[in-house]
């Protein structure tokens, strides 16, 4: 569990969530070509660890020049191979970071337009904030489907993904925290549909404020 800070905007945020490969970047896409302003959470944590960024100075001072490229860049791989195996380093790497990215995060959504907002936020569940957003959308899909795209995807081999699904949340856990769920386990075409009839909810939603609907399943 983390603590959030909360939305001061009064407007209406979707969490959109869902395992690694289950389709959500693409789910995020559909939407932003509707119009509606995305916030990817994984992106704001790229932008907080910049060169210039204080977060990156002091990742630095923890961990070292090593995690630094030529360019004074922050390595990833370098860091993640840092606190790969010690937890006590990647535990205090999680906590100068994360209260950096959802405040970096509230900021960018505050700052948007747009009757609604998406945050793609891939750990929501793992990290207790369900109820940090008005309503969470989980993409969903069977394991064995994220096992195939992430392999196809990011070229990795089985036991890599394999390892990488068994340390996120569950199916089921993923599914308990859901208020609206896009099962992506059809042709791509069918999810520009799904996309279509929850921004047409959301923005019912948004406009009469009645956040406490009964969720959707789709397609
Ligand atoms: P995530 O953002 O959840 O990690 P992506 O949206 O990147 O997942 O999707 C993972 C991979 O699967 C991508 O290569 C994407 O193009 C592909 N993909 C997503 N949905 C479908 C689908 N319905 N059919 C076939 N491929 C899909």
Not at 32 to 40: L, S
Not at 79 to 101: C, K, T
Not at 157 to 163: C, F, K, P
Not at 211 to 219: S, T
Request: some cysteine; glycine content about 8%; hydrophobic content about 45%.
């Amino acid at each position: 569990m983390i603590e959030a800070p909360p939305f001061r905007d009064g407007r209406l945020h979707i969490g959109l969530t869902g395992g690694i490969a289950s389709g959500k970047s693409t789910v995020a896409r559909l939407f932003a070509e509707r119009g509606v302003p995305v916030i990817d959470t994984d992106q704001v944590a790229r932008q907080v660890v910049e060169p210039g960024q204080p977060a990156l100075e002091e990742i630095t001072r923890l961990f070292g020049p090593e995690v630094l490229d030529a360019d004074g860049r922050l390595d990833r791989a370098a860091l993640r191979a840092r606190v790969f195996r010690d937890e006590p380093a990647r535990r205090q790497l999680e906590a100068l970071l994360h209260p950096l990215i959802l405040a970096a995060t509230v900021q960018q959504v505050e700052a948007a337009d747009g009757l609604y907002q998406v945050i793609v936020a891939p750990l929501l569940v793992e990290f207790g904030l369900a109820g940090w957003v008005d309503r969470v959308l989980v993409v969903d899909c069977p394991a064995e489907m994220q096992l195939e795209r992430l392999m196809a995807r990011d070229g990795s081999d089985e036991e890599l993904a394999r390892s990488i699904l068994a340390a996120q949340a569950s199916r089921e856990q993923r599914l308990a925290a859901a208020d609206d769920v896009i099962t992506n386990d059809g042709p791509r075409e069918s999810l520009e549909a799904a996309v279509a009839v929850l921004d047409g909810l959301y923005r019912d939603i948004a406009r009469d404020g009645d956040r406490d609907r009964p969720g959707v399943r789709l397609p």
